[in-house]
């Protein structure tokens, strides 16, 4: 034992203080480790389980609850669902106030079926179809996005021997919808359809929706309120259209007039008002038929003549010719002839339906600020191409007006200050950037340098003590190399003791000093190093 402490005394003179104080804070950075897991893993209470075999949103919820209050858990997971731990001497606080808050949910499909029993009446069987069907309904409708919880009650009716008396299936949905969402007309329908759809003889007008405020979602007269309000809908949507418009055209024409005439020296306002009247014109127009141009559509020609003999009754006038029984017979050469034509065209008819999209310019009126530095024949050449730019139309009543004001200067010189500032201080930023970067380097680079010249200062004066003791020794070497010359009858047996150790030592370091000079070197400047 005293062997290996002799050993560990040997080894630990040997060190630097350098090492010491690495191999110490070594030793002291791992003491600090293992206290602190020993208290870590000591100081772990026992876990046990709070709920098994959940599902997966149910954990969720369970375990959010617990990081709200704080309590240590750890969540496992199987097959049959997941299991939620926490220490053993909470386990039955943390139930009860879980549960207050109707946590787990634990909702329940068609799966209840599955640990069926013998001797499971007709009602309790009905029973239990009525919870799984509300349970997979309830399910399905927490995957929406917007949808945190729900609550699904179904009444089916009974059954009866007369068709007048049965009543309808009734279904009513509680929602608790999450605080940054809200559901869509869309997606309150699909709620309404998959409930309808999902339940025999149940129909959409009996499905109700209600969400944790106790606002009816799916309530007909919020639809017809909605419909009331689409006038108010689309005078907003005229306005913004009136508004986008406005802004659009004026900001094209004041970017032309800062291009052209520089930044400040014009401002433009625009009044634009637009026409929304939806018009559709119908328009029938008929051509008329001009030199038989035209498509015929029916076409009637008659032909009568007579040539010949005819006696036409007749004679003088009075009361000879007018008596009953006289006859006058006039033997004359008769000829007749009649042509008739009928010609039936079809009119030329024209129709035309013109429907204008409302959100034309019915009116554009423009007013420009000018600086009165500017000519009147620049101001015209501003007033014709802003017209020109916008499409002034005096036929519609648009205006034009530019006039020319003293502008004040005091907005652009404090512009241009700020803009000033805002450069400069980008400037001192970029500088201090540089200067935090550079400086590190310099002082990293200073202290390499002076690091180095350290260095190089110890190895010239370890040199130059080397060269000095090797210079003494060679001087002692000399005297002694005289006094064995003026002595030459002393031999090594007339030497005392402590002198023959002397020289023996001495030959042995000049030695030492041939043979490896690199290493004697290096004890030398621990030596002065640890003076």
Known sequence: MAGWKERYLQFWQKLTNRQKYTIMGVAAIALIAIVAASFVYGSKPQMSPLFTNMETKDAGEVAAKLKEAKVAYEITENKEGTTILVPVNDVH?????????????GTKGFEIFDDSKLGVTDFQNKINYLQALQGELTRTIEQIDAVQSARVHIVLPEDSLYKKNEKPATASILLHLKDDKQLTAKEIKGIVNLTAHSVQGLQPENVTIVDSHGKILNDPNADQAENKNTLGNITLTQIKMTQKVRDEMQQEVQTMLDNALGSGNAFVRVNVELDFDQKQTNRQTFSPVVDNDGILRSSQETQESYTGTSTTPGGPAGITSNTPGYVANNNTNAQYSKQEATKNYEINEENQKVIAAPGSVKRLNIAVLVTDKLTAQQQAAVSRAVSSAVGIDPNRGDSISVEPVPFSTALS??????EQAARDAAGRMFYLEVAAIVLPLLLLAAAYFLYRRKKRLEEEAAQEEMQRQAELEAQRL?????????????????LSEEEQARLNQRQTVEKLIDDEPEQVADLIKTWLTED
Not at 93 to 105: F, H, N, S, V
Not at 413 to 418: F, G
């Open 478 to 494: 000399a005297e002694q190399q005289q006094v064995a010359a003026a002595a030459p009858d002393l031999t090594e047996e007339e």
């Open 413 to 418: 010189d404090k512009r241009a200050q700020e």
């Open 93 to 105: 606080k943390l139930r009860l106030d879980l549960a207050t808050q109707g946590l787990p949910r």
